[in-house]
């Protein structure tokens, strides 16, 4: 199972709109609505931030949205912020043998 | 409050075999549905998934890794066991557990424990 692929890094200025896409097959993103979202700031613990593609759990700022079309899903975080400046990675379901595989992870940067 | 943290060894040798535990509180690990896991993130580089062990003792594994790794869970004790064997230095990470509630994504996390494989 190949990891899912994301760009290396993407940057905006502060209040813009940013996305992340999360690239994968008919096996894992294409498979279903399994994809999530997780931010994680240097030294600290991943964060989730959205689940089954758009889903934010409580406390997650409306900022940040996903959505998925085929194989690709994406994040996007509007009126960027400096504090959203972090690594972001998906994970997607990739079957019942392997239900999880992450992405290749995104920097953002806030410029 | 849902909290997880891990213990262990922070140093170990080649070929010696590596136990993780992830000690958990505010869920039940037999409420079905639920899953354990184990992600690891080696310096500098990208999150992968371990293994998960289900509320019904189903244990799933990376199969690229499947060979050397076993996950069991103490439901008495809320806690999960990761051992993986033939460490080698590639294996040096931050080793995390994650509380998996349904479907596939890890709603909380622990702190992480860096292991280094080193002679």
């Known amino acids: 199972q190949s990891a899912l692929t994301q760009p290396a890094s993407v940057s905006g200025s502060p209040g813009q709109s940013i996305t992340i896409s999360c690239t994968g097959t008919?096996?894992?993103?294409?498979?279903?609505?399994?994809v999530s979202w997780y931010q994680q700031h240097p030294g600290k613990a991943p964060k989730l931030m959205i689940y089954?593609?758009?889903k934010r759990p409580s406390g997650v700022s409306n900022r940040f949205s996903g959505s998925k079309s085929g194989n690709t899903a994406s994040l996007t975080i509007s009126g960027l912020q400096a504090e959203d400046e972090a690594d972001y990675y998906c994970?997607?379901?990739?079957?019942?043998?392997?239900?999880?595989?992450f992405g290749t992870g995104t920097k953002v940067t806030v410029l | 409050q849902i909290t997880l943290k891990e213990s262990g060894p922070t140093l170990v040798k080649p070929t010696q075999t590596l136990t993780l535990t992830c000690t958990f509180s505010?869920?039940?690990?037999?409420?079905?549905?639920?899953?354990v896991g184990w992600i690891r993130q080696p310096p500098g580089k990208a999150l992968e998934w371990l293994a998960l062990?289900?509320?019904?003792?189903?244990?799933r594994y990376s199969p690229s890794l499947k060979s050397r790794l076993t996950i069991t869970k103490d439901t008495s004790k809320n806690q999960v066991v990761l051992t993986m064997t033939n460490m080698d230095p590639v294996d040096t990470a931050t080793y995390y557990c994650?509380?998996?509630?349904?479907?596939?994504?890890?709603?909380?996390w622990g702190q992480g424990i860096l292991v280094t494989v080193s002679s």
């Open positions: 994650a509380h998996r509630p349904y479907g596939s994504s890890w709603h909380h």
């Open positions: 505010g869920f039940s690990l037999s409420t079905s549905g639920v899953g």
């Open positions: 062990i289900y509320w019904d003792d189903d244990e």
């Open positions: 008919n096996s894992d993103v294409g498979s279903s609505n399994l």
């Open positions: 089954e593609v758009s």
């Open positions: 994970c997607s379901y990739a079957g019942f043998s392997t239900p999880f595989v």
